[in-house]
């Protein structure tokens, strides 16, 4: 069985990608080495007749992967939307198989797997396909990206509903502060309200981060996120 996490998130922009870093970070840290894949990536940019999957080439930087950038991202897409819609803008067909396998090559070569899905898990591939499908095709646990303010909690439990009604397996939310804290009511009392309420626990606060550079999402990784809860799924 493959090891790792899938990073899911409860909407786009949560913040996916920096914390699919500071797991790698913090992973590293346990004495694990760790392979990242952003699978899909939609709204690439484009050298040329080449598309740069940004979050792919992040992910490939934080896990110190000499692996082709076509492996950690096989498919990419050049329109910013749902892959559904993007693949058909781009007239490209996604497949499913071809990313498993992608992965499965990954595997053999990493103790874990961190891999990013795109936007949340109700974001359609392909005609009955959904992120969530996808999260099921790679057998991981997901995590899942969270805002810390108000409108939060209804997000997280639609998110933890669809999982538990796909069958997946969560290891815990991670409320990233991807904007400034407002301090406000909703961001103070959210962290005890889910404690309350959901049947996933908070795994880590991240702050907001005004440099992003490498040494400092793994400083805060390691200070930020409950290294232990981690260690239950590797
Ligand atoms: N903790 C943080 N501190 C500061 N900026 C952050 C933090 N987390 C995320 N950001 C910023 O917020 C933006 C969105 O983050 P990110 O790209 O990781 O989101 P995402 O969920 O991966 O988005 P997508 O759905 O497009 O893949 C980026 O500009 C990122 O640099
Ligand atoms: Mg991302």
Redesign the pocket.
């Given at each position: 069985m493959p090891k790792g996490f899938f990073i899911t998130?409860t909407?786009?922009?949560?913040?996916?990608?920096?914390?699919?870093g500071a797991v790698i970070k913090a992973i590293n840290y346990l004495g694990i080495t760790a392979g990242a894949m952003k699978p899909i990536e939609s709204?690439c940019g484009k050298e040329g007749d080449t598309l740069i999957p940004f979050?792919g080439m992040f992910l490939k930087q934080m896990a110190h992967m000499d692996d082709p950038i076509t492996l950690v991202t096989p498919c990419c897409l050049e329109s910013p939307l749902a892959p559904i819609s993007a693949a058909e803008e781009d007239k490209v067909e996604i497949d499913p198989v071809e990313l498993r396998k992608a992965f499965l090559k990954l595997c053999m070569k990493y103790e874990v797997m961190v891999v990013?899905g795109?936007?949340g898990l109700m974001v359609p591939i392909k005609r009955d396909y959904y992120v969530a499908g996808m999260a099921r095709d790679l057998g991981l646990p997901l995590l899942v990206?969270a805002r810390p303010g108000l409108g939060t909690i209804n997000h997280i439990m639609m998110t933890i509903r669809v999982a538990q009604q796909e069958g997946l397996a969560v290891a815990g939310i991670i409320l990233?502060?991807?904007?400034p804290p407002q301090q406000s009511p909703a961001e103070q009392t959210n962290p005890k309200l889910l404690a309350q309420i959901c049947p996933v626990p908070v795994i880590g606060i991240?702050?907001?981060?005004?440099n992003?550079a490498e040494e400092a999402v793994e400083r805060t990784a390691i200070k930020n996120i409950d290294l232990e809860l981690l260690k239950k799924y590797l």
């Open positions: 998130g909407d786009t922009g949560v913040g996916k990608t920096i914390m699919a709204g979050d990013e795109v936007g990206v990233n502060y991807s904007a991240f702050p907001y981060l005004k992003m």
